[in-house]
């Protein structure tokens, strides 16, 4: 059985005061809800890791992820922050490959090899972020250009590694525009995603994948969206800032 995964990016939202409100909120519902079957992931800036932790406590099925770590493992590398810091900080996930990140700060499949390893290394579980822009879906080679992000960082992983990861498929156009893929879409690309694993790791370690999908989810689309056999989750930006939101797609399977 698949995980199904319900993950928040905060991006760079939420001061110390917001963060702690709508983390207790979270946690309280996800509580008192008993939603089961469901893992949440929460994802703030570096700083809340640590206080946001605490909120958490042993809350089961809830766990803290960062939105990013280094491709380094130590040393002289100001302002970055390594996934073993991370680790020792009680952090169990990590989004790596997010569009923003590709786009704005130049990160490329290569790089991402590096920062996966460096994840993986210190028992982080990655969230890989992998999507088309609109140019590509517009030309109709978006499942071939999804596919080579995966080759082209993936694929130099053994099974038991690629195993541990998360996939986030993200169309570009669809994060943070309002502007969401079709269910219908979605789940073809899942499984041309899946497909595509099985054929270099076998149809097992493909089937044991996570795959969640990004872009636009919110309250009134994710039943639709998450109703798909090979949509494990979500990556949800703009609606996981708010609790009720956010809670109400984790109890949309
Ligand atoms: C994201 O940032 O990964 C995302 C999917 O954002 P949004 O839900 O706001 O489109």
Known sequence: MRKKIIAGNWKMNMTFDEGQKLTSEIVNMFKDENISDVQLVINPPFPHLHPVKKLIGDTPNVFLGAQNCSDKESGAYTGEVSAKILASFGVSHVILGHSERREYFKEDNAILTEKLKQALANGLTPIFCCGESLEIREAGTHESNVKFQLTDSLFGLTAEEISKVIIAYEPIWAIGTGK?????????????????????????????????????????????????????GGLIGGASLKSRDFITIAKSY
Do not use: C, F
Not at 203 to 225: F, P, W
């Open 180 to 232: 969401t893929a079709t269910s219908d879409e979605a789940q073809q690309m899942h499984l041309s995603l899946r497909k595509h694993i099985a054929s270099k790791y076998g149809q097992e370690v493909a089937n044991s994948i996570s795959i969640l999908y990004g872009g636009s989810m919110n309250a009134g689309n994710a039943t639709d969206l998450l109703s798909k056999p090979d949509v494990d």
